[in-house]
T-cell receptor, first 113, second 113 residues
Framework: KNQVEQSPQSLIILEGKNCTLQ??????????LRWYKQDTGRGPVSLTI?????NTKSNRRYTATLDADTKQSSLHITASQLSDSASYICVVSDPGGYNKLIFGAGTRLAVHP | SQTIHQWPATLVQPVGSPLSLECTVEGTSNPNLYWYRQAAGRGLQLLFY??????ISSEVPQNLSASRPQDRQFILSSKKLLLSDSGFYLC????????????FGEGSRLTVL
């Protein structure tokens, strides 16, 4: 069964600190993996997309990694800001087509001053 | 630029009453359209998707239905709401193709009492 599991479920860090969120998936064959940021009560917004051939991709203070062999991805946030408080959702493309995606349950990050 | 609008943002309805959530997309043509439901602590669940006018695919058996009367309009409906229909509903669109990014609306919080 295609699944996406994220850890930790929740995380609290102090402003200015770094953190790393994990995503493990069993989806096969693999098309791509996206990280979304979802502010409370809002719709998710894409942060980055990782394809099979990409190992690392950075977007401002966010760095995503992908290990297609172990089926793992991580999202590293550098120098966290209060505005980083949100849920971060890992989404893997299902081979079923038409953008049918497998969503992780998300990691809820709280950045405290 | 493309935008997606979803309304109402919040809705409190009694059990057995009807439901209509509306979603419209601007700035693009022939988008793939989706309705998702998000339960607390769980990943987004795909309810319906549409690749064209009048074409609706249902992912899970449920008390809800969807319609696409126009190219950029997607409606989620129910004739009689159940308590279990409470949740956060998200409309999304993507371009054609299997790896397109999903662009989400702001969400609709439905509470059935």
């Amino acid at each position: 069964k295609n699944q996406v599991e994220q850890s930790p479920q929740s995380l609290i860090i102090l402003e200015g600190k770094n953190c790393t969120l994990q995503c493990n998936y069993t989806v096969s064959p693999f098309s791509n993996l996206r990280w979304y940021k979802q502010d409370t009560g809002r719709g998710p917004v894409s942060l980055t997309i990782m394809t099979f051939s990409e190992n690392t991709k950075s977007n401002r203070r966010y760095t995503a990694t992908l290990d297609a062999d172990t089926k793992q991805s991580s999202l590293h946030i550098t120098a966290s800001q209060l505005s980083d408080s949100a849920s971060y959702i890992c989404v893997v493309s299902d081979p079923g087509g038409y953008n049918k995606l497998i969503f992780g349950a998300g990691t809820r990050l709280a950045v405290h001053p | 630029s493309q935008t997606i609008h979803q309304w109402p943002a919040t809705l409190v309805q009694p059990v057995g009453s009807p439901l209509s959530l509306e979603c419209t997309v601007e700035g693009t043509s022939n988008p793939n359209l989706y309705w998702y439901r998000q339960a607390a602590g769980r990943g987004l669940q795909l309810l319906f998707y549409s690749v064209g006018i009048g074409q609706i695919s249902s992912e899970v058996p449920q008390n809800l239905s969807a319609s696409r009367p126009q190219d950029r309009q997607f409606i989620l409906s129910s004739k009689k709401l159940l308590l279990s229909d409470s949740g956060f509903y998200l409309c999304a669109w993507s371009g054609q193709g299997e790896t397109g990014e999903l662009f989400f609306g702001e969400g609709s919080r439905l509470t059935v009492l």
